[in-house]
């Protein structure tokens, strides 16, 4: 019996041992699941946070993407209306060319005159001859034009461009931002909503 008992004291032992192993190793996996749990967490969540950063960027780049979408869109319907509106004007201009204007031109250039050859287009083609035999130069010919003279001198090295669309044009270039802020730009009583 006395082997028995110290079989069983080694028995008992190993178990006690067997068990303090198996507890020790229960506890270590536990700290481990702990710890990655807890490291998982901490990745989540900084995860969360880059996401949430992304998305913000990305509402931020969208939204201003929209906005210029959007004054793409705003001067684009601006630049056809500013188009139309040059072009009504020049239509009218034109509609209410007279000869009185040509023989004003002949009147202040009459010193540029002298043996020149002078270019109209066809409708205003009989007073630029009549103006052009009485200042000493000549008619050179029609030109496609809504109104105005071209004097050219006598070797054809120099024109003078006194054509309607060329004195519209330089107005216009001269006046587009006041007539574009007249238009289009907000004005301090005519706001809807609160001021800025």
């Known amino acids: 019996m006395a082997l028995e008992s110290v079989i069983q004291g080694i ?3 190993g178990k006690k041992e067997a068990e303090k192993t198996i507890a020790e190793g229960r506890k270590e996996r536990d700290d481990n699941l702990s710890r990655t749990r807890k490291e998982g967490e901490k990745i989540i969540a900084a995860k969360k946070v880059e996401a949430e950063k992304q998305a913000e960027r990305i509402k931020t780049q969208e939204t201003a993407r929209a906005e210029i979408e959007s004054k793409k869109v705003v001067l ?3 630049k056809e209306s500013l188009d139309e509106i040059y072009s009504l004007t020049l239509q009218r201009l034109s509609e209410r060319w007279s000869g009185k204007l040509i023989e004003e031109i002949f009147r202040q250039k009459s010193g540029e005159l002298k043996n020149c050859s002078v270019y109209s287009n066809k409708a205003d ?3 630029v001859e009549r103006m052009a035999s ?3 130069c000549k008619f050179g010919g ?3 034009c809504h109104g ?3 004097i050219e001198n006598e070797d054809k090295t120099v024109r003078t461009d006194y ?3 060329t004195i519209l044009q330089t107005i216009w270039d001269d006046s587009a931002i006041e007539v574009t802020s ?3 730009e907000d004005k301090p009583n005519e706001r809807v909503g609160p001021a800025d």
């Open 182 to 184: 007249l238009l289009w």
């Open 125 to 127: 083609r009989q007073t």
């Open 134 to 136: 009485s200042h000493g």
């Open 142 to 144: 029609e030109i496609d």
């Open 163 to 165: 054509l309607l669309e």
């Open 11 to 13: 028995l008992d032992e």
């Open 148 to 150: 105005g003279i071209i």
């Open 76 to 78: 684009k319907a601006q």
